[in-house]
């Protein structure tokens, strides 16, 4: 059997866990301090603004902020996850997916040893710079690494363990935050994020490279080996597939697809050898993309800045807001107690939509599943204004509740799901990295800009969401290409670059 239509092996969700497990550190490090935010800014029994430090030792029990340092501090995780996602791409193009992975972990170890025993405000901050760059990092490298290792029909799901992973994460550290209220529980929350560190730099050397890296780097036999070890059945077709971008003679392998001594020819292709393509020559060929380049090649610019858009939209329809400050929000509704479950209560929303979107996202497809998500959110949004203007707490939380679950059933899976699919191999390292770049920005400016907006805007404050999830519906429906059930060779047909020679088109540039 075809080992595209043979189904997921084991191996495979071993390796997309694993890999996952990065998410996972992501999803905690974003929301690790929304519930002992009061405890991080003001110490116990003394006034708001004085620093006291615990008994025989020179580690204060706070780290004093006011509003506009709090923000400042909260959005430098975002502000490190910029250039988090621009090394990656580079990490992944150097080590490959797997071993960028591994070394991405050594941030959240810095991180976490910074902020668990920072003395100032400039060292917490540091220590949000390293686990933003380890999150953006991951979020880069986890899509690519998932998507590429597999199969077409699958790969809506297996990609969406990020986000899964993510939520999972939001969910974990809140729960930990409600019983880490304290002026030594915000320091303890800060350190969990090595646990899952250190679990995938131990399981991580056990995964497969990606097939599709190694083949980019001329290592025929070893990707021949990965794929191996990733499906079931048969894997020549698809591997002759998945081979194509990488050979110059691209009318040999679509002729050879056809022969009946098929796999012969596989062999012959894709070997090294004196009567073959000389292998410097081949890697010439292969050699990927800087953005740059990307942005040189029409079509290549083209899926760039759409995809750039749906990540923007990812951050601009409000969902940062929601992450960083539930806690906040719902204290307008109900005391600081109440407001702490009722954030729980949605992370767990979310958890749990997430996994209803992982059961869609292959069979209605990441097109529409977009759609659906952002008139979802647009809708919510505007019961979020109704809600605050007529001051009924309970259909403010319904609101979230409906807002988040949309975005976690649509939206928060396919963003990542389309860029990593979206672009050939020699592409996606720079065209992930830089869409991944806009989701951080974003990230930061709307962690940032919330509280001066929720103060000029007060009581419609979700007005501006409702207007930008609607465009982002129509953008989705009208501009973006179905990846749903394709191979990458397929989506690369659709969207116009199959048969694009990078090498060529550049030389003519010049």
Not at 55 to 66: F, N, Q, V, Y
Not at 362 to 367: A, E, I, N, P
Not at 398 to 405: D, E, K, P, Q
């Amino acid at each position: 059997m075809d080992s595209r239509e043979a189904g997921v092996c084991p191996f495979v969700l071993f390796c997309a866990i694993v890999a996952s497990l990065g998410a996972l550190n992501g999803g905690i490090n974003m929301s690790a301090l929304n519930i002992p935010e009061y405890f991080v800014r003001n110490c116990p029994d003394v006034a708001s603004g004085i620093m006291t430090y615990f008994p025989g030792s020179t580690l204060p029990r706070c780290i004093p902020m006011d509003d506009l340092i709090w923000g400042i501090a909260t959005g430098m995780f975002a502000l490190g996850g910029i250039p988090g996602a621009l090394i990656a791409g580079r990490l992944a193009e150097s080590l490959g997916r797997r071993d960028a992975m591994l070394v991405t972990n050594i941030t959240f170890l810095i991180g976490a040893v910074l902020i668990s025993v920072s003395t100032t405000t400039a060292m917490f901050i540091i220590g949000r710079i390293f686990v933003g760059m380890g999150s953006g990092a991951m979020t880069v490298l986890v899509s690519m690494y998932t998507a590429e290792i597999s199969p077409p029909k699958q790969r809506g799901v297996i990609v969406g363990l990020l986000q899964l992973f993510f939520q999972l994460g939001f969910v974990v550290i809140q729960l930990c935050g409600l019983g880490l209220q304290s002026s030594i529980g915000w320091r303890v929350i800060s350190v969990i994020t090595v646990a899952p560190a250190l679990l995938q730099v131990i399981l991580l050397p056990f995964c497969a490279r990606s097939p599709r890296w190694l083949l980019n780097q001329n290592r025929n036999n070893e990707a021949h080996g990965a794929l191996l070890k990733l499906r079931r059945g048969n894997i020549e077709l698809e591997f002759n597939d998945m081979a194509h971008l990488f050979t110059t003679d691209r009318q040999q392998q679509k002729t050879s697809s056809q022969s009946p001594i098929h796999n012969e020819k596989i062999s012959t292709a894709l070997t090294p050898s004196p009567s073959s393509q000389p292998e410097k020559e081949q890697d010439e060929e292969i050699e990927s993309l800087s953005l740059l380049q990307i942005l040189r090649i029409p079509i290549l610019a083209i899926v760039t800045m759409k995809m750039m858009v749906i990540h923007a939209g990812f951050q601009l329809c409000g969902i940062a807001a929601i992450m960083y400050y539930s806690t906040s929000l719902f204290q307008a509704a109900f005391d600081g107690s109440k407001a702490a479950y009722v954030t729980v209560g949605a992370s767990g929303v979310f958890f749990v939509f997430t996994i209803i979107g992982l059961t869609m996202v292959d069979r209605l497809g990441r097109k529409v599943l977009i759609f659906i998500s952002a008139i979802g959110m647009s809708i919510s949004s505007i019961i979020m204004t109704v809600a605050l203007v007529l001051e009924i707490p309970i259909l403010q939380v319904i609101a979230i509740l409906l807002f988040v679950s949309a975005f976690a059933v649509g939206l928060g899976i396919c963003a990542f799901l389309l860029s990593s699919e979206s672009f050939p191999t020699y592409a996606v390292s720079a065209g992930c990295s830089i869409a991944l770049m806009t989701n951080w920005f974003f990230n930061f400016v709307v962690g940032l800009l919330f509280p001066t907006l929720l103060r000029v805007l007060d009581n419609y404050v979700f007005v501006p969401f409702a207007i930008i999830t609607f465009l982002l519906a129509l953008f989705t429906w009208f501009f973006i290409v179905e990846t749903a059930g394709k191979s990458i060779d397929d989506i690369g047909r659709e969207s116009g670059w199959y048969d694009l020679d990078p090498k060529e088109f550049l030389k003519k540039k010049k």
